[in-house]
């Protein structure tokens, strides 16, 4: 006969913060799920930006006609259908399911995003870093990542999709001291996730449910854990999909208005009138072929 104490379960010293997504629109029409910025936060580590698109159907899929950024690096992490990059630097990529396209606007950089045809769904994870003080003002770039450092453990398959775990390296270059990673299962899977104790971070289902302690956590809920965890217990119920995101809190306040990220009121309407007058600081979309044609 059990004592009471023997079915207590001890309560986390962090107990994660739970954060719903918001709904929003992007480009002609299509919903998705913002976790980042929400009121509850604006950052975790150098993420700033969390969209989660889909699945949906690809007809008429994701479609974002021209429009600038600077100051952040956007990141693409697509789990199905295809959409085609094209940017002012000249870059014409399609990215794929299971791969990464991370485009470093620094300065100023102008792209599209298109699902192509042919498609049964799109579902993707479309996310912003804020770029530090340092690189801020950086020449822009664009790198497409087909493949990422992927394995399997304890009965889920992790893929590495930024910055060092477990004593992997994910390829994108990026600048702050941050990680992604994004850990999928076909049957319940227990796991002691190791964590940077310097790191905050952000678990999200992208499908199914995850259990932390006592809370569960459904597709679209951010769970939210201060720096200080060396690891963490997480359960994942059948079929999950699950983002965990990094990084050490961002040294300086950001501010972020529209596409472009900055650190004074100052940046960011300078950004908004270059954009305004077409100024060379965005480059210039060749006119090229259209996802559709
Ligand atoms: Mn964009």
């Not at 930024?162 to 049957?187: E, F, W």
């Amino acid at each position: 006969m059990s004592s009471p104490q023997a079915n207590h379960t001890p309560v986390s010293p962090h107990i994660p913060q739970r954060i719903s997504a918001r709904l929003a629109t992007l480009g002609e029409g299509l919903t998705l799920y913002r976790t980042l910025p929400t009121r509850q936060r604006r950052m975790i580590g150098a993420w700033c930006f969390l969209d989660h698109v889909g699945p949906v159907p690809a007809d008429p899929g994701m479609h974002v006609g021209q429009h600038p950024h600077t100051g952040l690096q956007t990141f693409t992490w697509m789990i199905e259908g295809e959409i085609l990059h094209r940017d002012s630097l000249g870059n014409e990529q399609v990215i794929r399911p299971g791969q990464v396209n991370l485009m470093t606007a620094g300065h100023g950089i102008t792209h599209t995003e298109d699902s192509l045809s042919g498609q049964t769904a799109v579902h993707a994870a479309q996310l912003w870093i804020a770029l530090p003080p340092a690189q801020a003002d950086m020449a822009p770039a664009f790198e497409h990542h087909p493949q990422l450092p992927q394995w399997e453990d304890t009965g889920a398959r992790f893929t590495l999709l930024a910055g060092q775990h477990a004593g992997r390296n994910a390829p994108p270059k990026v600048y702050s001291p941050l990680m992604g990673l994004d850990i999928a299962c076909t049957d319940t899977a227990t796991l002691q996730l190791p964590l940077n104790p310097g790191f905050e971070h952000g678990l999200m289902p992208l499908r199914g449910e995850l259990q932390i302690g006592q809370d569960t956590f459904t597709a679209n809920e951010l769970a939210y854990l201060p720096p200080g965890l060396t690891e963490l217990p997480l359960t994942l119920a059948p079929d999950t999909q699950l983002l965990v995101l990094g990084g050490e809190p961002f040294p300086v306040p950001l501010l972020m208005w529209w596409n472009f990220v900055g650190f004074s009121k100052a940046d960011l309407s300078q950004a908004q009138a270059d954009w305004a007058s077409g100024a060379a600081r965005f480059g210039a979309m060749t006119a090229g072929k259209t996802a559709s044609g």
